[in-house]
């Protein structure tokens, strides 16, 4: 395929062509593409900058809740009649409907992010009745310590692995059974219940899990052929930016850890562990409905090759 045909198909192919006001936008870029395309150095920048326009997109939601926390922190009035957490939840609430009405997200992919919504809202719930954290602020729409927005953090967790699943159209080599990873999450959630109880399995959980996805390559388009790295790294890299936006939201007293109580102090390095596997949790969840295809797949014990489709 010419540059300019791909140009042309990637803008008409594109998500955000169903919506309007974006039309003008997604033809001028495909302009730009087919002049980038002219020479290497040029195409070379073009594809670095698109990765990071497609990223950022993937992180929208996350960047809202990000921005709300700040935001909030720094201007939501000390007195106002509606409690901060519980405005944080009616903008949370209202931004996943509006991803919703401008299908920037599926239905599907909706009611995964629902799942691990109520998953992470359950162990939220034991977890500051045992006091691991805390949420000082008082609010209204809560079950017991847990102000129900919170249950949205997970949601941008499984929110940005769905977008950059369909944004970078994934395809992988090696990818461990579902069904082997479905077992590997619930001794994942269920291990985070009883390592308050002395049975704390971390340690073999994650060398299981860096035996189950260590051999897994996933491959990602950004323009016109697909990179590839390490599955296993990615879901590192995943972990180091939730690791860093829980700074954020710490930094900004949306919840504490109990050494934070008197002081902020940056969370331990050591929470990066408890994020990984999480994050495996939701990867768990976004493959039940992003079934993986591409180069090779290796499914309820049995390997098979899948025929290259052409990218969305």
């Not at 920048?45 to 990765?51: G, H, I, K, S």
């Not at 016109?224 to 690791?243: A, D």
Request: charge should be positive; glycine fraction near 6%; charged fraction near 15%.
């Amino acid at each position: 395929m010419h540059d300019d045909e791909f140009s042309s198909a990637a803008a008409h192919d594109s998500a955000a062509a169903i919506w309007a006001p974006l039309r003008p936008f997604i033809a001028a870029e495909a302009r730009l593409a087919t002049r980038a395309a002219r020479k290497p150095w040029t195409a070379a920048l073009y594809e670095f900058l698109r990765f990071g326009v497609k990223r950022a997109y993937a992180c929208l939601f996350g960047g809202i809740a990000v921005a709300l926390m700040l935001l909030t922190w720094k201007f939501y009035p000390a007195h106002a009649p509606l409690a901060r957490y519980d405005f944080l939840f009616f903008c949370m609430l209202a931004v996943q409907a509006m991803l919703l009405a401008l299908r920037l997200e599926t239905w599907e992919e909706a009611k995964v992010i629902l799942v691990y919504h109520l998953v992470g809202t359950a162990m939220e719930l034991f977890k500051t009745a045992t006091g691991s954290w805390i949420y000082p602020e008082p609010s209204l729409i809560r079950l017991g310590g847990v102000p129900l927005f919170s249950g949205f953090m997970y949601s941008c967790i499984g929110s940005y692995l769905c977008r950059v699943w369909r944004l970078f159209d994934f395809r992988f080599n090696n990818h461990p059974p579902r069904r082997w990873l479905i077992g590997l999450s619930m001794v994942i959630y269920l291990n985070f219940f009883l390592d308050h109880y002395g049975f704390d399995l971390r340690l073999v959980l994650f060398v299981v899990s860096a035996l189950l996805i260590g051999p897994a390559t996933v491959h990602f388009r950004v323009w016109r052929v697909h990179r590839s790295m390490p599955l296993l790294l990615g879901l590192l890299l995943v972990s180091l930016f939730i690791w860093l936006s829980e700074n954020i939201g710490t930094l900004t007293r949306v919840w504490l850890y109990p050494q934070q109580e008197h002081g902020w102090a940056m969370v331990p390095p050591a929470k990066l562990g408890s994020w990984f596997l999480l994050l495996i949790i939701s990867y768990t969840l976004v493959s039940l409905i992003n079934r993986p295809s591409g180069m090779e797949v290796r499914e309820e014990g049995a390997i098979a090759q899948q025929p290259e489709r052409e990218a969305a």
